[in-house]
């Protein structure tokens, strides 16, 4: 059996991948084979998705020519142990390790390998997911068109210098608990004006939803986007005064920068 795609790791982000991505962009399940430890969640995968699995990512390294490396970061030291003697130049990996360099995975996986590194996040999961590439020098265009043309499956991609990864990592990596908190609040301060809780979570998720959608779709710019809105004297002009005399961006820039500082730290 020809396999076409492989997974070393199948947790939730190898498992948004598959279902978000590689199934959707026509791959066949039964030419991606994952390695997974854990018989019970190996057998939920392949009944779930079609896909062959292994407890042995040896195997996996043998037969795929492209494979996603989605274990965790502290994971990295064992499992490249066991594959990097069967990874040659014919191999791509595409590895979403979070904060780990193409240094670090060269060395880990061995010189010969195409690296593309990549920033996913979770909503991926919804076909909604941003995923920033990056590939190693030794990757080729053909590469890069490759893993963004799986990714394209689940939501946006682009390709930005590695030197950027941490500020990525801060934005949209973590980005989706940061959004969920400001939805948080939306709700919390509808709440506090007397709204039930379902419908404070409700009117706070698709607003933030909403705005989004038409944001792209219209290309407004926010400024002219949030002036259009806050007429002189209305509702959202009295709400926009509180959030400009507050420290609300400041707050923000430093959410990011705490999170690229800790990003960068975990890669050392
Ligand atoms: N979650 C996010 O939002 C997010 C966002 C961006 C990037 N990432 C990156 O995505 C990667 C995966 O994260 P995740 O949230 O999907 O983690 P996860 O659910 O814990 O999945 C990792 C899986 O890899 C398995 N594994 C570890 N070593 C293995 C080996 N040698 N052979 C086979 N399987 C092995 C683990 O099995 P055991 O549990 O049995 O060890 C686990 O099932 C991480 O590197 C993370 O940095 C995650």
């Known amino acids: 059996m020809k396999t076409t795609?492989?997974?070393?790791?199948?947790?939730?982000m190898a498992e948004g991948i598959l279902a978000a991505a590689a199934l959707q962009k026509g791959f066949?399940?039964?030419a991606i084979l994952m390695a997974e430890k854990i018989p019970a969640r190996a057998r939920e995968l392949e009944k779930r998705y079609g896909v062959r699995t292994t407890p042995d990512a040896r195997e996996v390294a043998k037969t795929a020519r492209t494979i996603f490396l989605a274990v965790r970061p502290q994971d990295l030291a064992a499992l490249s142990a066991d594959v990097k003697?069967?990874?040659t130049k014919k191999t791509l990996v595409v590895s979403i390790a979070a904060g780990k360099s193409i240094a670090t995975l060269k060395k880990a996986l061995g010189r010969e390998v195409r690296l593309v590194r990549v920033m996913p996040n979770l909503a991926l999961r919804a076909r909604e997911g941003m995923?920033?590439?990056?590939?190693a020098a030794n990757a080729t265009q053909a590469d890069v068109r490759r893993v963004a043309g799986i990714l394209s499956g689940a939501g946006r991609t682009t390709v930005l210098p590695e030197r950027n990864f941490d500020a990525v990592t801060a934005l949209s990596g973590s980005g989706p608990a940061f959004f969920a908190f400001m939805e948080q609040a939306m709700a919390e301060g509808g709440?506090?004006?007397?709204?039930?809780?379902?419908?404070?979570r409700m009117l706070a998720e698709q607003t933030m939803l909403g705005t989004a959608a038409y944001l792209r779709q219209s290309g407004a710019g926010l400024d002219a986007?949030?002036?259009?809105?806050?007429?002189p004297g209305g509702t959202t002009a009295a709400g926009m005064d509180v959030m400009r005399a507050s420290d609300f961006k400041s707050v923000v820039a430093a959410t990011l920068k705490a999170?690229?500082?800790r990003s960068r730290a975990l890669g050392r």
């Open 85 to 87: 003697p069967f990874l």
């Open 131 to 135: 995923c920033v590439l990056c590939p």
């Open 191 to 200: 709440r506090a004006l007397g709204l039930p809780e379902d419908a404070a």
């Open 259 to 261: 999170a690229a500082d």
């Open 28 to 30: 066949d399940p039964s």
């Open 225 to 231: 986007f949030i002036s259009g809105v806050a007429t």
């Open 5 to 12: 795609l492989g997974f070393f790791g199948a947790g939730k």
